[in-house]
């Protein structure tokens, strides 16, 4: 089973492996226009409020269904995503059902265990006090403690998570137990150090984004579809279905999601996806992704705007 989930994230002035340069170009061209076109949509949609031709109370509910329209799109690609994975495994609605409750389940127990039971871990000297506050801020979102996480430097490519979270096989009674050892995020200290404060925030916030969705429940939630669909782990974790699944969870659940919960991860996202392509995911998904972000940053700002405006 992989031993780590990497978060890979190359920076522009780097040499891009699958990036033509003229591609790199483009890129940035679009993220300018991306951003001056929703820069226009702020002025206008403020001159339109000041002139009184928006109802601020109307708008103001208007953008809260945009949030929960941006949030159940995502949801839905995760379900879309999880629900290509059932059919291709052949795996019975009531089998289904009964893996995710017991995952969400599995998620409690596991965030509980690594709070309250696991000792304090050590953190190398990568992260400024700002961003050490950013990232335990996140982590709490998702209930967990950056004191019982163990952050390290690391030289190889990438940031990595270690897979803490192991599956114990009981042949007599073909049950299962759950295993944990303590979590560790290594941080890559040469791409890390080179990022802007903003950057490095929103690498955190994908991270912590991981470290809660995907490490807590992974290995076991591979280890269920193999016993339900009587395969191998090894098979089904190559399988293209599962590499999909996880390739979203990564690099587009994991940078759109914390977009939607925080508005200065949302901030500190523009500016990081403007400078770092994803070499994991194809040109035009890392523009998507792009317009994405923007698109909910625009929301966060004209939330703040008619909050005030109606709070006069």
Not at 94 to 100: D, F, G
Not at 132 to 155: P, Q, T, V
Not at 156 to 173: C, L, P, R, T, Y
Not at 175 to 198: C, E, K, M, Q, Y
Request: proline share 2%; with cysteine; aromatic share 10%.
């Amino acid at each position: 089973m992989t031993k780590y989930y990497i978060l890979i994230t190359l920076i522009l002035s780097t040499v891009l492996q699958g990036m033509e340069r003229d591609q790199i170009v483009e890129y940035q061209s679009y993220c300018h226009t991306v951003k001056e076109v929703f820069e226009r949509d702020k002025n206008d949609f403020c001159v339109m409020l000041y002139k009184k031709h928006l109802d601020p109370v109307q708008e103001l509910a208007r953008v809260e269904q945009h949030f929960v329209y941006h949030k159940n799109k995502l949801v839905e690609e995760r379900n879309a995503n999880l629900l290509c994975l059932k059919n291709y495994h052949n795996i019975s609605d009531t089998s289904w059902e009964k893996i995710m409750k017991d995952l969400e389940q599995i998620k409690i127990e596991v965030k509980n265990h690594i709070n309250t039971v696991l000792p304090h871990a050590q953190h190398d000297n990568i992260l400024s006090g700002e961003n050490k506050l950013f990232f335990a801020k996140h982590l709490k979102k998702y209930d967990l403690d950056i004191e019982k996480i163990c952050i390290k430097k690391r030289d190889a490519s990438g940031d990595s998570i270690s897979a803490f979270v192991s599956v114990n096989k009981h042949q007599e009674d073909k049950s299962f137990s759950v295993s944990l050892n303590t979590p560790d995020i290594g941080i890559n200290s040469r791409i890390f150090d080179r990022l802007t404060l903003a950057q490095q925030k929103a690498n955190l916030s994908q991270l912590a984004w991981v470290m809660s969705n995907m490490c807590t429940i992974n290995p076991i939630f591979l280890y269920l579809i193999a016993k339900k669909s009587n395969k191998n782990c090894d098979i089904v974790e190559e399988s293209k279905e599962f590499q999909r699944f996880l390739k979203t969870e990564r690099h587009t659940i994991a940078t759109i999601f914390p977009c939607l919960e925080d508005y200065e991860a949302c901030q500190c996202m523009e500016d990081f996806k403007t400078a770092c392509l994803s070499p994991v995911v194809t040109f035009d998904q890392n523009k998507e992704c792009f317009q994405e972000i923007c698109t909910l940053k625009n929301l966060w700002e004209k939330r703040k705007i008619l909050q005030e405006f109606v709070q006069k």
